[in-house]
C-alpha cells in the first residue's frame, strides 16, 4: 500500500505539530520515521492509522481516501501495546475474528504465528499479565496474523530484551519478505533503521528534513 500526504497540517491548540508538504510512503517497503521527541512521529502514526482525524491536508491510500475497506488492511502497534484481559490465543486471533475469517483457518494461523514468534508457551496466559517483552511480542503477531497491507509500528522494540527485539526484527523482515507488506516504523534505533529500513524520514518540529 502506497502512502501519499499533501499538505498536511496538524494543531494542537494553536501550536503547528505537523507541516508536511508532500511525502510518500513506498509501496512493499520498510521506511524508518526517525526524529527526536516532540517532532510529530507518534501523531503522524495515529493520523496515518486514521485514529486521529483532526488535520487538514489530503492522505491517499494506493490513491485513495480511507475508507472501511482500506481501513480493514492497515494496523497500528503501539509502544505500550493494549491486550484484552483473556488469553493470549485469543488476543492473537482477535483481528481474524472481525475480518469474518474461518475458525478453522484462524486457528492454523494463530498457531503458525505464535510458532515464529517463539511464544507457544503463552498461550493460555492473561494478556494483561504478560512482562513487557511478551506483550510486544505478542501483539506484533496480532498485528501480523491476518497479513496487513499496512503495519505502522511505533517503538515496536523500545525497552526489550535483546533476543526478542532479535525475534520481532526477524518477523518484520519475514512480513515485509513475503506478504510484501508497506511497514511504516518509528524508531531512535539508528542501528535498528539500518538493519530494517529500505527508506528512511527524518522529522524535526514537525517538517520532513534530508
Given at each position: 500500500?502506497?502512502?501519499?500526504?499533501?499538505?498536511?497540517?496538524?494543531?494542537?491548540?494553536?501550536?503547528?505539530?505537523?507541516?508536511?508538504?508532500?511525502?510518500?510512503?513506498?509501496?512493499?517497503?520498510?521506511?524508518?520515521?526517525?526524529?527526536?521527541?516532540?517532532?510529530?512521529?507518534?501523531?503522524?502514526?495515529?493520523?496515518?492509522?486514521?485514529?486521529?482525524?483532526?488535520?487538514?491536508?489530503?492522505?491517499?491510500?494506493?490513491?485513495?481516501?480511507?475508507?472501511?475497506n482500506i481501513y480493514k488492511k492497515m494496523t497500528l502497534v503501539n509502544q505500550k501495546?493494549?491486550?484484552?484481559?483473556?488469553?493470549?490465543?485469543?488476543?492473537?486471533?482477535?483481528p481474524l475474528k472481525v475480518r469474518g475469517i474461518k475458525k478453522d483457518i484462524g486457528?492454523?494461523?494463530?498457531?503458525?504465528?505464535?510458532?515464529?514468534?517463539?511464544?507457544?508457551?503463552?498461550?493460555?496466559?492473561?494478556?494483561?499479565?504478560?512482562?513487557?517483552?511478551?506483550?510486544?511480542?505478542?501483539?506484533?503477531?496480532?498485528?501480523?496474523?491476518?497479513?496487513?497491507?499496512?503495519?505502522?509500528?511505533?517503538?515496536?522494540?523500545?525497552?526489550?530484551?535483546?533476543?526478542?527485539?532479535?525475534?520481532?526484527?526477524?518477523?518484520?523482515?519475514?512480513?515485509?519478505?513475503?506478504?510484501?507488506?508497506?511497514?511504516?516504523?518509528?524508531?531512535?534505533?539508528?542501528?535498528?533503521?539500518?538493519?530494517?529500513?529500505?527508506?528512511?524520514?527524518?522529522?524535526?518540529?514537525?517538517?520532513?528534513?534530508?
Amino acid at each position: 500500500m502506497e502512502i501519499s500526504i499533501l499538505n498536511l497540517k496538524k494543531y494542537y491548540s494553536e501550536k503547528l505539530i505537523l507541516d508536511i508538504e508532500d511525502l510518500k510512503i513506498e509501496k512493499g517497503k520498510i521506511t524508518g520515521l526517525i526524529g527526536p521527541n516532540g517532532s510529530g512521529k507518534t501523531t503522524l502514526l495515529k493520523i496515518l492509522s486514521g485514529l486521529d482525524k483532526d488535520f487538514s491536508g489530503i492522505i491517499k491510500y494506493d490513491g485513495k481516501s480511507l475508507d472501511r475497506n482500506i481501513y480493514k488492511k492497515m494496523t497500528l502497534v503501539n509502544q505500550k501495546p493494549y491486550l484484552f484481559k483473556r488469553k493470549v490465543y485469543e488476543n492473537i486471533e482477535y483481528p481474524l475474528k472481525v475480518r469474518g475469517i474461518k475458525k478453522d483457518i484462524g486457528k492454523e494461523e494463530v498457531r503458525k504465528i505464535m510458532e515464529r514468534f517463539e511464544i507457544k508457551e503463552l498461550r493460555d496466559k492473561k494478556g494483561h499479565l504478560l512482562s513487557g517483552g511478551e506483550s510486544q511480542k505478542v501483539s506484533l503477531a496480532r498485528a501480523l496474523v491476518f497479513n496487513p497491507n499496512l503495519l505502522l509500528l511505533d517503538e515496536p522494540t523500545s525497552n526489550i530484551d535483546p533476543e526478542s527485539i532479535k525475534i520481532m526484527e526477524r518477523e518484520i523482515l519475514r512480513f515485509n519478505e513475503e506478504n510484501k507488506g508497506t511497514v511504516l516504523i518509528v524508531t531512535h534505533n539508528i542501528e535498528q533503521s539500518e538493519r530494517l529500513c529500505h527508506n528512511i524520514i527524518y522529522l524535526k518540529s514537525g517538517k520532513v528534513g534530508y
